[in-house]
């Protein structure tokens, strides 16, 4: 079964590109996904830009809104995604917990529909 992780941390916290922090965690995340595309897991996933690029789209009477920002107010924004595949919601959690976001924010893990 397919599953989502959505990926969350405090951007204002994040590492600065250059800086030792900065490349200690991309060689975390490259250790993540080496194991994870080892396994066969890996489906797909990527960083995404800062919320502050984000639009929240909404339409309501045949009007469309596009508000700045993200979706959600709060200490964490979405900072990444994968698509994994395991065996069931246990093995995807055990792995969720490996992912470093896991451990200076947090992941959750939804199951994908078969369509």
Not at 54 to 64: A, C, D, G, P, Q
Not at 78 to 98: N, P, Q, R, S
Request: proline content about 6%; charged content about 25%.
């Amino acid at each position: 079964m397919k599953y989502l992780y959505l990926l969350y941390a405090d951007e204002s916290k994040m590492p600065a590109p250059g800086t030792p922090a900065f490349d200690a965690q991309n060689d975390a995340f490259n250790n993540y996904f080496a194991e994870i595309d080892g396994k066969g897991m890996f489906k797909a996933g990527d960083p995404v830009q800062a919320s502050k690029t984000s639009k929240t789209v909404r339409v309501r009477n045949h009007s469309t809104e596009a508000a700045s920002g993200p979706f959600a107010k709060g200490a964490e924004q979405l900072v990444g995604f994968y698509v994994i595949e395991a065996g069931d919601l246990d093995e995807a959690v055990k792995y969720a917990a490996k992912c470093p976001a896991a451990s200076v924010g947090a992941v959750e893990v939804r199951p994908i529909f078969s369509m």
